[in-house]
């Protein structure tokens, strides 16, 4: 299995970025899939999550502009980020938790996707 973001990149304070992630592989289904966040000399934190039935959860700095959501069909979910500020600047990682066999399950991640966002 390979989960792979895609989208990061430079814009402005208040703009808009959309990161995709798509999971390939001997896939049986997936479960949540996850968009945590490392910004420069910070921990790595959960931005947003997606359940299979589309039950989402944020992080209080993103509620109301960032929206998360899925294509169970494509294996892929993504991250739109709205009204960006400077404090988004981060690497942005995909994480899935796959199921590969009937009784097997994993947790897989992506390289990270970088997003810089300028004053």
């Known amino acids: 299995v390979h989960v792979v973001e895609s989208g990061g990149g430079l814009v402005q304070a208040v703009g808009s970025l959309r990161l995709s992630c798509a999971a390939t592989?001997?896939?049986?289904?997936?479960?949540?899939m996850r968009w945590p966040g490392q910004a420069p000399g910070k921990q790595r934190a959960l931005v947003a999550t997606?359940?299979?039935?589309?039950?989402?959860n944020y992080a209080d700095s993103v509620k109301g502009r960032f929206t998360i959501s899925r294509d169970n069909s494509k294996h892929t979910v993504y991250l739109q980020m709205n009204s960006l500020k400077p404090e988004a600047t981060a690497v942005y990682y995909c994480?899935?938790?796959?199921?590969?066999?009937?009784?097997?399950?994993?947790?897989?991640w992506g390289q990270g996707t970088q997003v810089t966002v300028s004053s």
């Open positions: 994480n899935a938790v796959v199921r590969y066999t009937l009784f097997r399950s994993g947790d897989y």
């Open positions: 592989g001997n896939i049986v289904t997936i479960s949540d």
């Open positions: 997606i359940s299979r039935d589309w039950n989402t």
